[in-house]
């Protein structure tokens, strides 16, 4: 553990690695930051999304929509599992595994364990705060199982029930604070299994390629400019050519002949034309 991350757990008021409420936490407190959740003990890691002990349960988790088969629906939540997702992007690369995080809330589900849930900012639902996090209280999992994802790779699906009692969602009386409501999406089916439902390949980016690259050993077509072809010779840089007929009755390829020397035409004139442009006294 570095140094920053040794001084917040010297911060740190409760301890997190429980099940059920924690001691002073009222359900729909917010907060504004992960350390700050990490310091009040209502989720016990500054990063990732499940707290827990595979061998144990789960003891909370922050749900903030970032895989593709997450959904959001208040009082039920569909919730993927942890791992197989980039870094860098939102993709889901490879497949998940029931290890860490996955294997702790399928203890949970097992055992029949309470899990604190924590809605983040981002998440694209009606039901998450406008800012920062949210604790809205306990929940139970009720189904734990793998199914094959919008990916196409196995993915570890949780459904989680929010326990009674609790008070009302912010969310449900209308004050959507998102435009895009999760719960608008069409239901998951429970028997997407990985067992009963066909492997999808993912779509996978072209490599990238320079249009020289691209360019290189091709050869070119030939060019037609105002009727007339003109050829690539040499492969990939154009040379400049003697044009080829395309329309003038002749093959593609055969040169056209040489155009004829222009005739200059000479004026003529009669005497009597030039009498009348220039009169001779005395003669007619």
Known sequence: MGFLK???????????????????VEVFS????????FIEGVHGITEGGIHGRANEGAFSIVVAGRYDDDDDRGEIIYYTGEGGHSRTSELQIKDQEWVRGNAALRTSKQRNLPVRVIRSHVLRSRYAPASGYRYDGLYKVIKAEQIVG??????????????????????????????????????????????????????????KRSI?????????????????????????????????????????????????????????????????AHPVPGFR
């Open 30 to 37: 917010k907060y504004e930051s992960r350390e700050e959740l």
């Open 6 to 24: 040794r001084s917040i757990k010297n911060l740190q008021k409760r301890e997190p690695a429980k099940f059920g409420a924690i001691h002073g």
């Open 212 to 276: 020289a690259k691209m360019r290189k050993g091709k050869a070119r077509e030939p060019a037609e400019i105002g009727g007339i072809q003109f050829k690539y010779e040499g492969g990939t840089s154009p040379v400049k050519t003697e044009p080829v007929a395309s329309s003038f009755g002749l093959g593609i390829g055969q040169r056209l002949p040489p155009a004829p020397a222009p005739v200059r035409e000479e004026p003529t004139f009669s005497v009597k034309d030039l009498y009348k």
């Open 150 to 207: 919008n990916s196409g790779h196995a993915v570890c699906r949780f459904i989680l029930e929010r326990l009674p009692g609790q008070g009302r969602l912010p969310g449900d009386d209308g004050d959507v604070k998102h435009p895009v409501a999760s719960s608008s999406r069409p239901p998951i089916s429970s028997s997407s299994s990985t067992s009963s439902l066909p492997r999808r390949d993912p779509v996978l980016a072209a490599p």
